[in-house]
């Protein structure tokens, strides 16, 4: 199934609608491919002509993660950012000072975590590994 039909599916199964607004939420979404606010996505969608209010992109976000087609990442900050989980899973190290976000992956990390999910008999709908602390060069000013 694709992006489309997985939020279409989650949405019916929990008596909302697939509206033309959170439609383009979705599609505004998954056009950015990095990490993204929610008032990134109002500015895109009202730069391109569509209404939608602040509160269907909040709701729809909200609901977006429930499904698990996107994340909530960066907690270090007042608001959250958000990515689609669709693609490579990645991992983030965030320095504290500047802010810098480094994405990596690690098949070790993704195997510890399938074989401790397996040992508990626990299937995770979303994951979230984040290492936070101080880049190279902000290292150098401590």
């Known amino acids: 199934m694709n992006k489309k039909e997985i939020f279409s599916s989650f949405l019916k199964l929990r008596g909302f609608r697939f509206t033309p607004q959170r439609e383009r939420v979705l599609e505004e979404a998954f056009s950015i491919h990095k990490h993204f606010e929610a008032e990134d996505l109002l500015v895109r969608i009202r730069q391109n002509g569509h209404r939608v209010s602040?509160?269907?992109?909040?709701?729809?976000?909200?609901?977006?993660?429930?499904?698990?087609?996107l994340r909530e990442v960066i907690f270090g900050e007042r608001h959250s950012h958000y990515e689609h989980t669709l693609g490579p899973k990645h991992h983030h190290l965030i320095?504290?000072?500047?802010?810098?976000?480094?994405?990596?992956?690690?098949?070790?990390i993704e195997r510890v975590q399938q074989r401790v999910c397996e040992k508990h008999r626990f299937e995770p709908s979303q994951r979230r590994f984040e290492i936070i602390g101080y880049c190279e060069n902000c290292a150098k000013h401590l």
Request: net charge positive.
């Open 54 to 69: 602040k509160a269907t992109i909040y709701r729809t976000l909200a609901l977006l993660i429930q499904c698990g087609l």
């Open 95 to 108: 320095c504290l000072r500047c802010g810098k976000i480094i994405e990596f992956t690690d098949e070790t």
